[in-house]
């Protein structure tokens, strides 16, 4: 098991940042030390770019964020806006080369591009929609012998085994694919919902866009898995999807990656069993698409609990070998630490007996994984003693509530009576986490509970009964995220009662169509139940109630639906961070830290309050960290750069010690993972300060260096 692959930790000159999480192995580090301890405070803004979409006359920019790390190669930078057009920058001055506008309008949030050469052919891949284009990274034109002039689709390979439509499914990619010489594979985010595609990863061919390989996560019959699932499950099961983005070891020809929940979320009365592969650290054969191993951190998921970023490749020091390792951290809080070559767990983990009192027709799983070392980097359960005590009235606030809920046990099922749970927004995120050589693995987290609360199907049925039609839709696909008021949360629910000032019509009804960040495509409903949800939020006064002949949407409308699916017992009814009267989380601070980890040894070496509200400050409440978005990146000055958080800061820690060395307020959120890189001479730290979230919208990637 001794390393015999080359450095995972070089990439071109130790200058570039060519690969989305810094190289293949997605360790985010970088081995530039210009930048450094004794001299970063001196940073200050060398160039900005303004990646800012136009907007209709009269409209307020549209509530999109960029959560795009871009890439470097030979001094230029790509990244993409966020209307997902891609552009290539002069990396030393911010200055544009060229923009490529997808001749289509997606709404969704894209992490990441790939670059791809080979002598003069130089290609940038990356997805809008279900389209995967390639586009000459010189030019900023399509590579017209690329699939179907310069697009492949992401569709291309669900529909395998199936007898049913899949063609209008949402499917896109969120992260980048990753290549392993000429193939490019890819994950997928889909719908959480019953009509959720199949969330298979697919390999293409880079130069010609062809389809080279499959591997179905929800397995076919004879394949691997298949007993996990009831008889016949993939022919209407969804989900169970790579979104986070996938790493490569090229000397073992391996790929890997971690997979979400299937669906549908918090209800899998129709997936009896374990539900292989979702849930799962998965390495595959990256030629042929070939299961290597793989380990489920979770058996039927009931609570979206997604393996949320991308697994990281280490060498560490354990039972006095150097082994090489997959270092997976998850979104409740909890970081796997596997054996390369074989998928077992380096350290200790416990499979212990949890509660089975689900909702009627569930299957909760008998039994779940609980690692030993390292500890968790976020809370696991809800207890009194975690009560918010910021101030006598947030206490009081949040006492009353919580007695309302179930929280004895991070695994207790969803029910009706409610309950309440961490490890919705994190434990860990989407933006990755980063290791030095030295085995030191560094994770941002979020410590915030949420409140979940099922209702069926039939229930919800009659409470809408009376409502226009477009007011019921609305309660049953929206209401759970948004509100019943429309007022959402201000973050990943953004609220809906002045939309008609941010959007036009034809704009929401895109976002209603294509779905965009964490909300759902609604390709599942036909276009005149789209159309009366986008009048009904645009102008929910001027809604009638239903005539008896027009109460039920889809099925009377005659329109073609997609014919994958299923229609869940029950769904979520409220679904909502748990706050005080102020919004604050409910729990005691810190409710985000920034953790050191060694996976030599499994302990901690630090853990810091990672983000600040300064009104508390002010208040004399110690630094109680903010919920972030977005991952560090590790150099060897001995620095780990991150944003991510709320106030809207970019900061450099001492890797060592965890101490704040410098900070720089963005012009808007910097909810992205930054990059470095240096040319002729001279590093760079750049973020996309994309803001949003319930903030103010940014749309700048800022580039920092040292004073001249």
């Known amino acids: 098991m001794a390393c015999t692959a080359p450095d995972t930790y070089s990439y071109k000159a130790g200058a570039d940042w060519p690969v989305y999480g810094g190289n293949k192995a997605g360790n985010r580090y970088s081995p530039l030390t210009q930048i450094n301890a004794d001299n970063v405070h001196e940073l200050e803004v060398a160039w900005m770019f303004n990646a800012a979409e136009e907007t209709e006359p009269g409209k307020q920019p549209r509530a999109m964020q960029i959560q795009c790390q871009p890439i470097v190669v030979d001094g230029v930078l790509y990244g993409t806006t966020p209307a997902l057009k891609l552009f290539a920058l002069n990396a030393a001055t911010g200055e544009l080369i060229w923009k490529f506008t997808p001749p289509e309008t997606r709404i969704h949030v894209s992490r990441g591009i790939t670059y791809w050469e080979a002598d003069e052919d130089k290609r940038i891949l990356y997805t809008v929609g279900p389209s995967l284009y390639a586009i000459d990274a010189v030019s900023g034109k399509p590579v017209l012998h690329f699939g179907e002039q310069g697009v492949a689709n992401l569709h291309e390979g669900i529909a395998a085994g199936l007898a049913t439509d899949v063609s209008r499914l949402s499917i896109n990619a969120t992260s980048p694919g990753v290549i392993m010489d000429d193939v490019y594979i890819v994950g997928s985010a889909t719908s959480e919902a019953g009509n959720a595609a199949p969330g298979h990863i697919r390999a293409f061919d880079v130069k010609t866009g062809q389809l080279k390989w499959v591997f179905h996560t ?52 129709e997936r009896e069993g374990a539900n292989l592969f979702a849930n799962c650290v998965v390495a595959l054969h990256a030629r042929t698409g070939a299961l290597a191993w793989h380990y489920q951190v979770i ?35 909890l970081l796997y630490l596997l054996d390369r070559e074989t998928g077992e767990s380096l350290f200790p983990v416990e499979e212990r007996p949890v509660p089975i009192d689900g909702l009627p027709g569930e299957h909760p799983y008998p039994t779940q994984k609980f690692p030993l070392k390292p500890m968790p980097f976020s809370r696991q359960v809800f207890t009194e003693g975690d009560i918010s005590d910021i101030s006598p009235e947030s206490y009081a606030y949040i006492k009353e509530q919580y007695l309302n809920y179930r929280s004895d046990h991070k695994f207790a099922p969803p029910s009706v009576s409610g309950t309440l749970l961490f490890g919705y927004s994190g434990g860990a995120e989407w933006g990755g986490t980063a ?46 995220c948004h509100g019943s008021d429309r007022k959402g949360n201000g973050l990943e629910f953004p609220g809906l009662t002045d939309i008609g000032n941010r959007m036009s019509p034809a704009q929401l009804k895109q976002v209603v169509s294509a779905g965009t960040g964490r909300m759902p495509s609604f390709q599942h409903l036909a276009e005149s139940d789209r159309e009366a949800i986008v009048q009904y939020v645009l102008n929910p006064r001027a809604a009638s109630p239903q005539s008896a002949g ?41 409710w985000g830290t920034l953790n050191a980890i060694d996976l030599n040894t499994g302990e901690y070496r630090w853990r810091v309050p990672l983000g600040e509200f300064p009104e508390l400050t002010a208040k004399g409440v110690p630094i109680t960290g903010t919920e972030n978005y977005g991952g560090p990146i590790v150099t060897a000055g001995g620095l780990v750069f991150i944003a991510a958080t709320r106030d809207e800061k970019i900061r450099a820690f001492d890797k060592n010690s965890g101490k704040v060395l410098w900070e720089n307020q963005l012009p808007a959120g910097g909810f992205a ?12 730290v750049v973020i996309a300060a994309g803001g949003a979230r319930g903030a103010k919208l940014g749309g700048n990637y800022v580039a920092f260096a040292l004073k001249q």
């Open 299 to 333: 058996q039927h998921d009931l609570w979206d609990r997604d393996i949320s970023c991308q697994p990281n490749l280490v060498t560490v020091n354990h039972s006095g070998k150097r082994v090489d390792a997959v270092a997976q951290a998850t979104k409740d809080g």
């Open 673 to 684: 993972t930054p990059i470095t890189y240096e040319i002729a001479g001279k590093q760079y």
């Open 218 to 269: 929800i397995p076919h019959p004879g394949e691997p898995g298949y007993e996990t699932w009831p008889d016949s499950a993939y022919l209407k099961i969804g989900a169970a999807n790579s979104w986070a983005g996938l790493v490569v070891d090229e000397a073992r020809e391996l790929v890997f990656f971690g997979t979400g929940s299937p669906a549908s979320d918090f209800y899998g009365g």
């Open 550 to 590: 027009n109460r039920r949407p889809a099925e009377r409308s005659g329109e073609r639906q997609p014919s994958f699916g299923f229609k869940p017992q029950y769904v979520k009814k409220v679904w909502e961070r748990l706050t005080d009267e102020a919004g604050y989380p409910g729990v005691k601070p810190p």
């Open 435 to 480: 290791a030095d050589p030295e085995g030191v693995l560094y994770v941002n987290a979020n410590d915030e509970p949420w409140i979940l609360q099922m209702i069926d199907t039939a229930s919800l049925n009659k409470e809408t009964a009376a409502l226009s039609r477009g007011h019921a839709l609305y309660a049953m696909n929206c209401a759970a």
